[in-house]
């Protein structure tokens, strides 16, 4: 007994598909639009606000490094010593035994040194970043961000 084999006619085949038109790339072209209008001002928003909680936890560190200073010197670094007392020790101080700091001296998220004064108008230092925007006020993510609130 011979085997047969099936052979499907050629009209059960589907055709070739044909390509997508204008009108439905441009339809696809406005949702992503829409979207990406949605999403993107949300996401930046979440950028702004993980600088401002960074520029917090590094001025809640450089505020320990200051009062292990303290601790060890007797005082904490005058404002012409600056927080790079924290890194280098002063020509007059004998007690110093620092690097304060595993790093180096950060920055604020936006690229500035941080304002230290010591005596400060808010505690014994006021240790602060100027914000985004690197003025004196301001709202939001252009807002100080201090030691001391």
């Not at 204008?22 to 990406?36: D, F, I, S």
Request: proline share 7%.
């Amino acid at each position: 007994m011979k085997q047969r084999l099936f052979c499907a006619p050629r009209d059960s085949f589907p055709k070739a598909q044909r390509g997508f038109t204008l009108l439905e790339l441009l339809v696809v072209l406005v949702v992503l639009g829409l979207l990406a209008g949605i999403v993107a001002p949300k996401y930046f928003a979440q950028l702004g606000r993980s600088e401002v909680k960074v520029a917090k936890a590094q001025i809640e560190g450089l505020g320990k490094a200051l009062d292990l200073y303290r601790l060890e010197v007797g005082h904490y670094p005058s404002t012409e010593q600056g927080l790079q007392a924290l890194v280098t020790a002063p020509s007059d101080e004998p007690h110093w035994t620092g690097p304060y700091l595993q790093k180096k001296l950060p920055q604020d998220p936006w690229g500035r040194n941080y304002t230290y004064r010591c005596p400060g108008e808010n505690g014994e230092y006021d240790l602060l970043s100027l914000g985004k925007d690197g003025q004196p006020g301001g709202e939001g993510e252009n807002a100080e961000i201090t030691s001391w609130q």
